[in-house]
């Protein structure tokens, strides 16, 4: 029997070596990208937050993306908001080649923006942003606890970005309405109550991984809306928050309309603190298609 083997080279590549490698800008895609409708939202912010976290790193000189505070405590670049638009990924099939155009900018003092340009076939299928701000906890162990810090001086400009201005006035409560969508609706239309698991939902430290927040808001919207299955167009998320381990969540629904196509979703910890908004513009099935 002749079994294939990939040939491996003598000697490991070194982390910076990989760091390239993985911004290869090609993929082809299959089954652990894919979803029954087309390609996997959850799968993608995954790939574009680690591709952001290693663009950052790439940036700032460093050999890997292991960020750390002044006096060596691991801090991270935490994804703060993020801007899904001109999604098409019903379009998407399996062995299609994926390519994703990245730039990179700094918005702030401890922000970071990345955009990521996704096409198949010279077709764009989706455009993604996503900001990042550097945190670390004040607590061992305790995603409450998490606060913003400055790691590094960088000399390099900053560049206005509405993304983080909307995130920075919604954070701050300067901001009413969002995408003619209210920021704050002071009722609850719909209710879903969630505790995220451990080993699904939370990365690699210890926060509820922010790849994982609109999948939370996907599963009560198909709870509250069976028999209407929709297919996101767009979708901004902006974080204000984490949320400890084991610690149940409320996914509240704060505004639909029906013929725009648009909803409003915020998620809120135990604390009653509101940790995510959500905006998103959604087409029905049949529309899409």
């Not at 455009?127 to 810090?149: G, K, W, Y």
């Not at 879903?192 to 699904?200: C, I, K, L, R, V």
């Amino acid at each position: 029997m002749n079994i294939a083997r990939l040939a491996v080279t003598a000697g490991l590549p070194t982390a910076r070596m990989l760091m390239q490698r993985a911004l290869e800008p090609h993929l082809l895609l299959g089954m652990p990208h894919l979803t029954p409708n087309g390609l996997s939202e959850t799968w993608l912010m995954k790939e574009l937050g680690h591709r952001h976290w290693l663009m950052l790193a790439q940036h700032l000189g460093m050999d890997n993306a292991d960020f750390r505070t002044g006096d060596g405590h691991e801090a991270y670049a935490a994804i703060c908001a993020t801007s899904l638009r001109g999604a098409r990924f019903e379009t998407v099939r399996a062995n299609d080649i994926l390519t994703i155009t990245s730039g990179f900018s700094r918005v702030g003092r401890t922000q970071a923006s990345t955009t990521h340009i996704l096409t198949i076939a010279g077709s764009m299928v989706g455009e993604v942003e996503l900001i990042s701000t550097f945190v670390h906890r004040q607590v061992s162990d305790d995603n409450h606890s998490i606060v913003r810090v400055a790691l590094v001086q960088d000399a390099s400009s900053f560049h206005p970005n509405l993304l983080a201005q909307a995130a920075a006035e919604i954070r701050n409560g300067r901001r009413d309405r969002y995408r003619e969508m209210p920021v704050d609706s002071p009722r609850s239309l719909r209710n879903f109550a969630f505790t995220a698991s451990p080993s699904q939902d939370f990365n690699g430290a210890g926060l509820l991984y922010f790849a994982n927040f609109q999948s939370l808001v996907d599963r009560a919207v198909e709870s509250w809306f069976p028999n209407e299955p929709r297919v996101c167009m767009r979708r901004d998320v902006f974080f204000s928050g984490n949320v400890r381990k084991g610690e149940q969540l409320q996914i509240e629904l704060a505004s639909v309309d029906p013929v725009k196509g648009t909803m409003a979703c915020r998620i809120s910890r135990s604390d009653g603190r509101t940790i995510a908004r959500l905006f998103m513009e959604m087409l029905s099935d049949k529309e899409a298609g």
